[in-house]
């Protein structure tokens, strides 16, 4: 099957980011870079499957997490998502004011999670829960630490965004760098959902499973 | 300059430009074939988040009143993660938004698989284990 629309008919209906031919080839890439980092990540998970019962007479999960940074986080960092999904609906409608609310709204949100989770790990440390304790402990914080510094990397690069939407506006290539972004906040989000199944939730449970 | 192969009205020659132009949008594979949406109100967004608030407050009130025995509550919390993980690349992400094919599907398809196999092989491969330690 073959469908060719007419070049130029399908620009004017395109958003901007892929009404410009090389901005939307950018955004390929990106996903071949988030694909890279799922790989990544998987090896995290994997490691931590494999470690996840070797507490060296440490701490176990039970001893250790606790449901209410774990609920703020979650809220945080999904709520996060969401308006960095409208920042993204506001500038396809080219409201430069929208985008940049909706975006400075998100970093806010991300900064919370990111503050909730340095005060969970530093609650953990002063306990003597440090990584060099167990297994458990090295693939937790190897794992969870790796989503914290993407999430803190996240953050600074959305804060050079607002900057750029403040000078230039809402041009073809801040509005394919505003996509790239929310593609990598929403798969930052994505990955989180799979640590508080895998990592917290699944060893708050009581028992032991496989 | 490669911009001006892709605007066909600036240069000479147009009909060939136009020709490789639409060549480089034409959809080979149906199921990667670019979608959008666009409406007068957020409704996609509202929706995935509403979807993923309630998978993740389903999720947390199963564990907290221990609502299943260990075995099929660790499942169920898994499920209603690929779950949501599915939603949200469909609704937030945009999955299938592209010019032209949506290549980045078949991407993520193989780095999913690669994930899958890398996690699932050691849960797997641990529950020997007890076998021989």
Same mark, same amino acid.
């Given at each position: 099957?073959?469908?060719?629309?007419?070049?130029?008919?399908?620009?004017?209906?395109? #958003?901007?980011?892929?009404?410009? $031919?090389?901005?939307?080839?950018?955004?390929?890439?990106?996903?071949?870079?988030?694909?890279?980092?799922?790989?990544?990540?998987?090896?995290?998970?994997?490691?931590?499957?494999?470690?996840? /019962?070797? $507490?060296?007479?440490? #701490?176990? #999960?039970?001893?250790?997490?606790?449901?209410? #940074?774990?609920?703020?986080?979650?809220?945080?960092?999904?709520?996060?998502?969401?308006?960095?999904?409208?920042?993204?609906?506001?500038?396809?409608?080219?409201?430069?004011?929208?985008?940049?609310?909706?975006?400075?709204?998100?970093i806010l949100l991300g900064m919370g999670f990111v503050g909730?989770?340095?005060?969970?790990?530093?609650? $953990?440390?002063?306990?003597?829960?440090?990584?060099?304790?167990?297994?458990?402990?090295?693939?937790?914080?190897?794992?969870?630490?790796?989503?914290?510094?993407?999430?803190?990397?996240?953050?600074?690069?959305?804060?050079?965004?607002?900057?750029?939407?403040?000078?230039?506006?809402?041009?073809?290539?801040?509005?394919?760098?505003? /996509?790239?972004?929310?593609? $990598?906040?929403?798969?930052?989000?994505?990955?989180?959902?799979?640590?508080?199944?895998?990592? /917290?939730?699944?060893?708050?449970?009581?028992?032991?499973?496989? | 300059?490669?911009?001006?192969?892709?605007?066909?009205? +600036?240069?000479?020659?147009?009909?060939? +430009?136009?020709?490789?132009?639409?060549?480089?949008?034409?959809?080979?594979?149906?199921?990667?074939?670019?979608?959008?949406?666009? +409406?007068?109100?957020?409704?996609?967004?509202?929706?995935?988040?509403?979807?993923?608030?309630?998978?993740?407050?389903?999720?947390?009130?199963?564990?907290?009143?221990?609502? =299943?025995?260990?075995?099929?509550?660790?499942?169920?919390?898994?499920?209603?993660?690929v779950v949501q993980a599915a939603i949200q690349f469909g609704?937030?992400?945009? =999955?299938?938004?592209?010019?032209?094919?949506?290549?980045?599907?078949?991407? =993520?398809? =193989?780095?999913?698989?690669?994930?899958?196999?890398?996690?699932?092989?050691?849960?797997?491969?641990?529950?020997?284990?007890?076998?021989?330690?």
């Amino acid at each position: 099957m073959s469908q060719t629309l007419s070049k130029l008919a399908r620009e004017q209906e395109l #958003p901007l980011e892929f009404a410009d $031919y090389h901005e939307s080839i950018k955004i390929t890439g990106f996903w071949i870079f988030l694909t890279t980092d799922l790989v990544l990540f998987s090896c995290l998970f994997a490691t931590f499957a494999v470690m996840r /019962y070797d $507490y060296a007479n440490g #701490p176990t #999960p039970l001893h250790l997490f606790h449901m209410t #940074p774990l609920i703020v986080e979650t809220a945080l960092l999904l709520t996060s998502s969401f308006t960095c999904s409208l920042a993204i609906y506001q500038s396809r409608r080219q409201n430069k004011n929208g985008a940049l609310s909706w975006l400075i709204l998100t970093i806010l949100l991300g900064m919370g999670f990111v503050g909730t989770e340095v005060h969970e790990f530093v609650s $953990y440390v002063n306990s003597g829960a440090t990584w060099h304790q167990s297994g458990f402990l090295s693939a937790f914080f190897t794992l969870v630490g790796t989503h914290g510094s993407h999430v803190t990397f996240g953050i600074f690069w959305a804060l050079t965004l607002v900057a750029q939407l403040v000078q230039r506006g809402i041009t073809p290539r801040t509005s394919r760098k505003l /996509y790239t972004f929310a593609l $990598y906040w929403h798969f930052l989000d994505i990955v989180w959902v799979f640590i508080f199944s895998f990592v /917290y939730l699944s060893n708050m449970t009581g028992g032991k499973m496989v | 300059m490669m911009a001006d192969r892709f605007y066909p009205s +600036h240069g000479t020659g147009a009909m060939n +430009h136009i020709e490789i132009a639409e060549n480089e949008d034409r959809i080979e594979i149906p199921v990667l074939a670019p979608h959008f949406s666009s +409406h007068k109100f957020p409704w996609h967004q509202v929706f995935g988040y509403v979807f993923s608030m309630a998978l993740t407050a389903i999720a947390f009130l199963l564990v907290i009143n221990q609502m =299943l025995p260990v075995a099929s509550l660790v499942f169920v919390v898994i499920v209603l993660a690929v779950v949501q993980a599915a939603i949200q690349f469909g609704v937030f992400m945009h =999955l299938r938004e592209s010019r032209g094919m949506a290549w980045q599907m078949l991407v =993520l398809g =193989l780095g999913g698989f690669i994930a899958l196999c890398v996690v699932a092989g050691s849960i797997w491969i641990m529950m020997f284990k007890s076998g021989v330690s």
